[in-house]
């Protein structure tokens, strides 16, 4: 989630058309939570989920009807959603190992009866990227916002700084592309062996 920057449909247009004239097209990478200048989600459908939070949807269309009404450019525009999530082709070597070092902590957990927590990554301080994993309670995380730090974003907003670079890059290292058979991904066909039971039998 971006810190809360204004929308500016003036200088928003202005960056279009200066990217444009420069390279001859232009990418825009949104967030849903652009809010306009009174605080309001320029996406906001004017629903809550079960938590009470601001459904959000569609900033991008917006923003592509803005660029293509204001200039009349052929705009095109995609919503990563689950294609983003499920493209394990796409993952990083960093992302693959830490997601298994997330799913064998988890199950440790639970071979333990640890309850009300969940594995985390912690980032450890210094030059080099390191990092290990640490249990957090689900008191102090779920359903709680993180905000990346402003110094992340430019001052005009449109862009990242060398310190979100930074901190960014070591995470999209390394290429772990998974084994392929017939022109798809040979993926790993789980077992599903029970683990022993620990809850006593229970009727209502």
Known sequence: MFPEVVFDE??????????????????IVASE????????????KNSRDAF????????????ADL??????????W???DYLQRSARHLASETDVEQAYALGQA???LAEKNRNSVMPVI?????????????????GKVANIERKIPKSFISKDGYGIT???RDYLLPLILGEAYPPYKGGLPDYVSLKNVLVSKKLPDFSI
């Open 10 to 27: 003036e200088k928003f247009l202005k960056k279009v058309r200066e990217s444009v004239s420069r390279h001859g097209y232009c990418v």
């Open 33 to 44: 939570g652009v809010r306009q200048k009174d605080g309001s989600f320029i996406s906001d």
């Open 52 to 63: 009470g939070h601001v459904q959000l949807g569609g900033a991008v269309p917006i923003l």
């Open 67 to 76: 660029v293509k009404n204001s200039f009349d450019y052929k705009c095109h």
């Open 78 to 80: 995609a919503v990563a």
């Open 106 to 108: 988890a199950v440790k």
């Open 122 to 138: 912690k980032r450890v301080p210094g030059k080099s990227y390191k990092w290990r994993i640490q249990e957090a309670p689900l």
């Open 162 to 164: 060398n310190r979100a």
